[in-house]
């Protein structure tokens, strides 16, 4: 099926949702998920499997084991999309069409390449430029949960402390919920992210995932 966009009743199915999270609003609505939530995401992740990579959609189902909140449901849907060019993310509530594109997760060794990366006066400046042309555009480069402190062995006073206490690094956009999202150009939007991600995930690749490419 090609992707369409999500029609309106997405936004009011994760509207009740977020008013009724339980079982029987689930159940009384699963039809309307199936059909006008997860399948447009179905097809937008199968056109996203061409440019990106293998994708991923997160179950609706949340882990409740060792959590306090007990709400069976996320008030959300999500995929996730990974090559050897970097990650994409995007999620869709009843507010906004949250699009990321980064590295996400990084191993210890990873982590050390990033940081001596940034720390590097040559590529990291390449780093502050890249990030500088994205903010220009309007995007949120962040590192997740970041360091309160610069890590042990670079100066408290390093110029690109910001990147050093990151833990991950991508860029993000939200554009909130706008007519589009109910046609093709939805995709479009997602495309044009990760194409202007394209500078970060660029450096991504030299500094921290291929360092012997360096």
């Given at each position: 099926?090609a992707?369409?966009?999500?029609p309106?009743?997405?936004?009011?199915f994760?509207?009740?949702?977020?008013?009724?999270?339980s079982?029987?609003?689930?159940?009384?609505n699963?039809?309307?998920?199936?059909r006008d939530?997860?399948?447009p995401?179905?097809?937008?992740?199968?056109d996203?499997e061409?440019?990106?990579?293998?994708?991923?959609?997160?179950?609706?189902?949340?882990?409740?084991?060792?959590?306090k909140?007990?709400?069976?449901?996320?008030?959300?849907?999500a995929a996730?999309?990974?090559?050897?060019?970097?990650?994409?993310?995007v999620?869709?509530?009843s507010?906004d069409?949250?699009?990321?594109?980064?590295?996400?997760?990084?191993?210890?060794?990873m982590?050390?390449?990033?940081?001596?990366?940034?720390?590097?006066?040559?590529?990291?400046?390449?780093?502050?430029s890249?990030?500088a042309?994205?903010?220009?555009?309007?995007?949120?480069?962040?590192?997740?949960?970041?360091?309160?402190?610069?890590?042990?062995?670079?100066?408290?006073e390093?110029p690109?402390?910001?990147?050093l206490?990151?833990?991950?690094?991508?860029?993000?956009?939200?554009f909130?919920?706008?007519?589009?999202?109910?046609?093709?150009e939805?995709?479009?939007?997602?495309?044009?992210?990760?194409?202007?991600?394209?500078p970060?995930?660029?450096?991504?690749r030299q500094?921290?995932l291929?360092?012997?490419a360096?």
């Open positions: 099926m992707f369409t966009g999500w309106e009743s997405a936004q009011r994760f509207i009740g949702l977020s008013l009724d999270n079982r029987n609003y689930f159940d009384a699963r039809d309307l998920y199936a939530v997860k399948a995401m179905e097809a937008l992740s199968a996203l061409k440019v990106v990579g293998p994708g991923h959609i997160f179950r609706i189902n949340r882990d409740v084991r060792f959590s909140d007990k709400s069976p449901y996320k008030t959300s849907i996730w999309w990974a090559s050897e060019g970097g990650e994409l993310y999620q869709l509530d507010r069409f949250y699009v990321w594109a980064g590295k996400h997760e990084m191993d210890n060794a982590l050390e390449r990033f940081r001596e990366a940034v720390a590097d006066e040559s590529s990291g400046q390449r780093l502050v890249a990030v042309e994205l903010e220009r555009k309007g995007y949120r480069v962040e590192g997740g949960e970041a360091l309160k402190r610069v890590p042990p062995g670079f100066p408290k390093h690109r402390a910001r990147f206490r990151h833990k991950n690094i991508g860029a993000s956009r939200s909130g919920l706008q007519p589009w999202l109910g046609t093709p939805a995709k479009d939007r997602v495309l044009e992210v990760w194409r202007d991600s394209q970060l995930l660029a450096w991504l500094a921290v291929t360092p012997a360096r």
